[in-house]
């Protein structure tokens, strides 16, 4: 009597299963470890392969290696629809509200009328809390603080960055008194704890509109890559040029709310550092970017700098949390912490 041939478990609802549960298993160990791709990867496809043979049985060698081969597919075709996907959202509403906008007016302080520049901010948090508020500097303050990033000679110093942003904040921060005290009155009407005062902060300066910040003269659009070219087709003032290294000092900043990256960071730091944070700055030369990081607890990806866990921050788009970094560049083995606070 012929033998009935044993059932071959492989094929398309083998490689489904062990899609889905590879890609869950990669977000997870992405997202909680903080682990490189590669590894995660490996670990996912192991994971997933077990996984789907124990519910599903054991495939012929030809369908095991095959399903493993199209498992890596799918998850290539998965993290580069959303690479697309994000590429296409903004970074963040580009158009500044009448109600945003920088005015130079007189106020008064400790009895006297100074000439200050003034933006009234109304924001939410991550976690749907609106807030209300204005980010002041005296225009005296702007006058002497403008473009002293100028004479900061550059000598290739091993980091660099991180050299000029302590610099930079120390000049700045006895000028950022205005815009504390507000953040103070804030705390204290709103009674938050120490993570949603963080969040209060970062989330103000997320919802500023983001802007170039270039060394060099500001160009038409067209002269750019893609990604900057779509942001200046959209809003052509959206850049400011001719700034020494591309960075504006935090009163500068608040005086014009033309902020990149480290401009953000930068101001960031200064805040949270006054009011006892231990903050970082973290710099990618692979991405180009700057973001924080903060050592509260946080889920999510951090960064871990001499045994302390920083829980990483971007600070150029709203909505996002501490401990969540854009897909396009979440890889975390390509960020440098530069500067702490303590």
Not at 208 to 228: G, K, Q, R
């Amino acid at each position: 009597m012929k033998k009935n041939a044993k059932k071959d478990t492989g094929g398309c609802f083998f490689v489904l299963v062990g899609l889905f549960i590879l890609i869950g298993v990669f977000v997870f160990l992405s997202i909680t470890f903080a682990i490189p791709e590669l590894l995660a990867l490996l670990l996912s496809i192991i994971v997933a392969i077990f996984f789907t043979i124990k519910w599903l049985g054991m495939p012929s060698r030809t369908s095991l290696f095959q399903s493993a081969l199209y498992l890596i597919i799918g998850l290539v075709l998965v993290k580069g629809g959303l690479s697309f996907l994000n590429s296409l959202l903004p970074v963040s509403d580009h158009r500044f509200s009448a109600v945003e906008g920088v005015t130079q007016t007189m106020q008064l302080i400790d009895k006297d009328s100074v000439l200050v520049y003034s933006s009234n901010r109304i924001w939410q948090d991550n976690y749907g809390s609106e807030y209300s508020g204005a980010l002041t500097v005296r225009a005296a303050d702007f006058i002497k603080l403008h473009n002293y990033i100028d004479a900061i000679p550059y000598k290739d110093p091993a980091n660099f960055w991180g050299k000029l942003y302590e610099r930079i904040d120390k000049k700045d921060s006895p000028y950022l008194d205005l815009v504390v005290a507000e953040f103070s009155r804030i705390n204290k009407e709103k009674k938050l704890n120490q993570m949603e005062f963080a969040e209060m902060v970062v989330s103000c300066i997320q919802d500023i509109p983001y802007s170039f910040v270039f060394s060099e003269t500001c160009l038409p659009a067209e002269n750019y890559e893609d990604s900057i070219k779509k942001v200046l087709e959209e809003c052509p003032e959206c850049c400011i040029g001719d700034i020494a290294y591309g960075i504006q000092n935090p009163v500068s900043f608040l005086q014009n709310l033309k902020g990149d990256c480290d401009t953000r960071t930068v101001l960031i730091y200064s805040i949270l550092k006054y009011f006892n944070y231990d903050i970082a700055i973290l710099n990618s030369d692979f991405y180009r970017h700057s973001i924080i990081g903060i050592n509260l607890p946080a889920q999510g990806s951090h960064k871990i700098y001499r045994g302390k866990k920083y829980a990483v921050w971007e600070t150029t788009s709203k909505y996002f949390e501490a401990g969540q970094l854009p897909y396009s560049f979440n890889d975390i083995t390509h960020w440098n912490v530069v500067l702490t606070s303590k």
